[in-house]
């Protein structure tokens, strides 16, 4: 049985009692247990069910690559599925509850899975759920939606009560891992001059090296530990940081850090986890290596564990998994478990060590103590179901069959040591085959590069490899002073710390145990825990023709549970390079993908969430138009007025008596919204060529223009007036929804495709505030105001000018979106609503009247213009609108050019955009369609045209609306029917309603009113 030892626990207070409970049950620990030490310590083996086959699991590790202790942690607003048993910090009142079983964790119904494991073989899903066809609805879908997925998600109604938050850092080098190697590569970057930040995801540096024995300039690992930490603390250059884990690396230096800064404190001061966004020059993963578990028959019944794992629980908790402990290893690393073990006044019947002649000095030193050592041994089968009972012992070189039972209660088993290459290789780092340690390694040669093409990230110690204390520290300086250089900074001519241990022979790769194991053997040997992946599935796989690694992950599952293939990938991967015939190198590996080991969705998200989830964006005039009653219009992020009712009086009033008001003397409109991009560098005109259908470079200083600007693929996506402010800076408005995107999509093509361009942007969207003043005496307003002269002449149509407005400083363009005399100033935010006053009480003599996006759009409309989102929907292009004229004939190429080639984009069908009158004067139905004779072969009618935009126009007293219509232009008179918005759905006869084909320009066609 697993028990509390009397003495010993490098981490735990044993003055210092803790409670806490595991499915129901009352537990107690100690301050520095692990929830996974003080289950052990109570004998609670047991822990979890597999995924698939709800085989009874327990502890494997002792770490982040734990595949089977994963739990339900806290209760209510702090209840976490999927938690990992062996990283979770005991503290007082923690609640923790099993997964995956029902009705309970001793007796789970799932568990007949397992008696019919031989009919569900790998990839079984993908033949036995295709027939029956009516199955799939009605029986297997609802199953497997039932059994998927670990834990259970928390209930919709409860909101996380924690406070999460992102922090961001900027340094000359992080050093990922605080064991012996991080920390000392730390210290040699630091003694040269660099800003060092340290990250080492566990509560304790050092790593294993206190475990494991040895010394450091002449000390013991801790004591080193001890000292080269209080150093790197008394450094103002160095920052360290507990219980933070290295969860990516990106392009450009960028790294994302995972800081769980009160887990082990429920309830404490601070943030429960911290997003760290740190941008670094220079990258060094000294992130160490997880040791392989061997593959052989009942390898995964609970008590079956690492060999470190085991020493882990010894050392650092004072715990034992078992009071008979049988070490089974490939390599030399797991005696010293035996020894630790012996040390402990702890049984061990055996070491079955599965390499002919044995080890070397550390066998020797076992057999001093009077442990058992069996050369050529291998372990047939484990005994025991729900916990280990003995094992089957027989020759390595055979087929399996039983030379001895050997009674026992745990198994510590040892396959070799994999370095962690996860963040090496998550930014395109590669990866060499070592034979000598059978395990994947850094390749300098091909290290991840920066945008300067030179390395960036440096593997230490373990990580890189170097396995043994003296060879990791040598590596680790070399690391650090390689970072240091890099960065610039010199450094001493020092030594690496010299460190001793006691030497090893050499591993003997050792990929299915035994050699030669019999077919039931390998269908009990398994590969992934959580996922039940075993030897042979992955056989099985390879002999249905998946050669491919990544495929046969797919078809078996293989790394792709939570652990992502941790203690899995290795042992697959020969096993598959078996079966294959093909050197495992060629296999290769599967893809690591960011984060390291799962991070919470409330890390993401940070503070983002409730009100500010979605900040909603507010012009500098919001207090005002709140204050006189508008109605609010979302606009992307932005809240817009769209109008505003007096006592009374309803939306539709308000627009029409806002449209009256401007066209008949005076109205303004609150147009901060629109995106203002700055696009500035000697490069900038051509790059708006390209981005735009028509030439922005010919553009003159003082004038504006109006752009139209499509996707690659020719579509239209956004529009806009185009400034140019001087020789080498434009000011590019957009849609108020699109500046965000539209800016991203600048920077897109500037960074990936025309990265050598001279050209800089900023989106100075809320930068300025802008207000539209409109109508037949908006001339007369801007003048009374004094400061400028706006007139004709000076300040004609598409022109614009600096100057000053009553005492404010503002920039004026000449330019309408209603097709009246219009002028849109832009002041700096803080100074907005100071303007806006001044023109409401300046106006009062006209009759001043803000209007609403209502009304803005009802003008806009009667003038034909169009708006996109409404005209345009993904699928339309420039010549669908009519804009023909805004599209260059003079340039070679721009956005979307070769796209609107296309047969598709020229076809002489396509929907074109033209005005539409109801016969009747009413107002046609958004969206409705164009009903056009026959059906498709859907049974469908047929249409040839839909609404894009409707509205009534006060102006003329009648329901307008613009469309886009099958030969639409070639049509003009010709009524056709569209779509009601009432209807009789149980009868097949449409409503529908009759409108005339019109020019889309409904109000001023010739443009007089607009050019006074």
Not at 407 to 418: L, Q
Request: glycine fraction near 10%.
């Amino acid at each position: 049985m697993s028990t509390r030892l009397a003495k010993g626990g490098r981490f735990t207070d044993r003055d210092t009692q803790i409670g806490f409970t595991f499915n129901g049950k009352r537990f107690t620990g100690h301050a520095g247990d692990t929830l996974a030490s003080a289950l052990l310590a109570n004998d609670q083996v047991l822990l979890g069910r597999s995924y698939k086959f709800h085989r009874p699991r327990g502890l494997v590790a002792s770490g982040a690559e734990e595949p089977n202790a994963l739990v339900e942690l806290g209760q209510g607003a702090r209840f976490e599925p999927d938690q990992r048993a062996t990283t979770t910090e005991l503290f007082d009142g923690l609640v923790a509850d099993s997964q995956n079983h029902w009705p309970s964790l001793e007796h789970d119904v799932g568990e007949i899975n397992a008696r019919l494991a031989r009919f569900l073989p790998a990839g079984f899903y993908y033949k036995t759920f295709l027939w029956p066809r009516s199955f799939w609805k009605h029986l297997y879908e609802p199953v497997i939606r039932k059994a998927a997925g670990l834990g259970k998600a928390p209930h919709p109604e409860t909101r996380d009560v924690d406070r999460y938050e992102h922090f961001h850092a900027h340094v000359d080098l992080l050093v990922i891992g605080g064991g012996v190697a991080g920390l000392q590569a730390a210290k040699v970057a630091a003694e040269a001059g660099a800003q060092v930040l340290l990250l080492e995801q566990t509560a304790h540096w050092g790593g294993r090296a206190p475990v494991d024995g040895g010394t450091i300039e002449g000390m013991e690992p801790e004591a080193w530990i001890e000292r080269t930490v209080a150093a790197l603390e008394a450094m103002d250059n160095v920052r360290l940081r507990l219980r933070c884990m290295g969860a990516g690396v990106y392009d450009h230096g960028y790294v994302l850090g995972y800081e769980r800064v009160t887990d082990h404190r429920p309830g404490a001061k601070g943030p429960r986890h911290r997003l760290w966004r740190i941008r670094t020059k220079q990258v060094v993963t000294a992130t160490g290596a997880i040791e392989r578990p061997l593959s052989f028959a009942g390898n995964d019944v609970p008590g079956v564990m690492l060999a470190s794992a085991v020493r882990d629980y010894v050392v650092n908790y004072g715990v034992a998994p078992g009071a008979r402990t049988v070490i089974v290893t490939n390599n030399d690393d797991a005696y010293r478990t035996a020894m630790i073990l012996k040390d402990a006044g702890l049984e061990v019947p055996a070491i079955l060590d599965a390499r002919p002649m044995g080890g070397g000095a550390l066998m020797q030193q076992a057999r001093d103590m009077g442990i058992r050592v069996e050369p050529g041994r291998a372990v047939s089968k484990v005994l025991g179901r729900t916990r280990v009972t003995g094992v089957a012992t027989c020759n390595q070189d055979g087929t399996g069959a039983m030379l001895e039972e050997i009674p026992c209660d745990a198994v510590a088993m040892s396959g070799g040591w994999s370095p962690v290459v996860h963040l090496w290789s998550h930014c395109g780092g590669k990866l060499s085959w070592d034979n000598d340690g059978a395990f994947f390694r850094p390749d300098a040669g091909r290290a991840p590069t920066g945008a300067d093409g030179k390395p960036f990230v440096i593997a230490a110690g373990a990580a890189n490899g170097f396995l043994k204390l003296p060879e990791t520290l040598a590596c680790a300086d070399g690391a650090g002073k390689a970072a240091a250089q890099a960065l610039g900074h010199g450094f001493a001519e020092t030594a690496a710390p010299a460190a001793e241990v006691t030497a090893e022979t050499p591993l003997e790769p050792v990929w299915i145990m035994p050699r030669n194991a019999r077919p039931d053997l390998k269908m009990k040997a398994f590969l992934d825990y959580q996922n039940d992946v075993k030897v042979s599935d992955v056989q099985l796989a390879a002999q249905e023709g998946y050669e491919s690694v990544e495929h046969t992950k797919r078809y078996t599952t293989l790394g792709m549970a939570t652990d992502q293939g941790k203690l899995s990938n290795i042992n697959g991967l020969a096993i598959l390079s078996d079966a294959l015939g093909t050197p495992i190198p060629q296999v290769g590996t599967t893809t690591f993908r960011p984060p390291y080991t799962p991070i919470s969705f409330g890390a993401i998200a940070g503070e983002a969430r409730g009100e500010i989830f979605q900040p909603l964006r507010q012009t500098p005039m919001h207090a005002w138009h709140a204050a006189n009653n508008a109605a609010w219009e979302p606009v992307g992020h932005w809240r817009r007025p769209y109008c505003y009712p007096r006592p009374g009086e309803s939306k539709h009033e308000a627009v029409n008596r806002e449209i009256n008001a401007t066209r008949e003397s005076l109205g303004m409109l609150d147009a901060s919204t629109l995106g203002k991009i700055l696009v500035k560098g000697p490069d900038a005109g051509a790059f708006l060529d390209m981005l735009y259908t028509n030439k922005m470079s010919t553009l003159k200083v003082g004038r504006c223009r109006y752009g139209l600007m499509c996707n690659e693929n020719g579509f239209l996506m956004d529009d806009g007036v185009v400034v140019r402010l001087s020789e080498d800076s434009f000011l590019c408005h957009t849609t108020s929804g699109g500046a965000d995107n539209i800016h991203a999509h600048m920077e897109d093509w500037l960074q990936c495709e025309w990265w050598d361009w001279k050209v800089y942007t900023a989106n100075l969207t809320e930068q300025y505030a802008q207000i539209a003043v409109v109508g037949p005496n908006a001339r007369k307003l801007l003048e009374k105001l004094g400061g400028m002269d706006v007139s004709k002449e000076t300040l004609p149509f598409m022109a614009w000018a600096d100057g000053t407005l009553a005492d404010t400083p503002v920039r004026v363009y000449r330019i309408s979106f209603s097709g009246e005399l219009s002028y849109e100033i832009a002041v700096p935010a803080n100074r907005g609503r100071a303007f806006w006053g001044k023109l409401l009480d300046a106006g009062r003599e006209w009759n001043i009247t803000p209007y609403g996006t209502e009304a803005l759009h009802v003008m806009r409309a009667e003038k034909g213009f169009i708006m996109i989102g409404d005209e345009t929907d993904g699928t339309v292009i420039p010549q669908d609108l009519g804009l023909d004229w805004a599209i260059s004939k003079k340039k070679d190429d721009f956005l979307g050019k070769r796209a609107q080639e296309r047969p598709d984009m020229a076809r002489d069908d396509r929907w074109k955009l033209v005005g539409l009158e109801t016969v009747d004067g009413s107002v046609l139905p958004d969206g409705a369609y164009a009903i056009a004779p026959g059906r498709n072969a859907n049974g469908q009618r047929n249409t040839q045209g839909r609404v894009t935009s409707t509205y009534w126009s006060p102006t003329l007293k009648k329901g307008i609306a613009m469309g886009l219509v099958k030969h639409g232009p070639d049509r003009m008179g010709e009524v056709i029917s569209f779509t009601a918005e009432e209807q009789d759905h149980t009868s097949e006869t449409l409503t529908t309603v009759e409108a005339r084909i019109v020019s889309p320009v409904f109000y001023d066609p010739e443009g007089e009113k607009q050019n006074v």
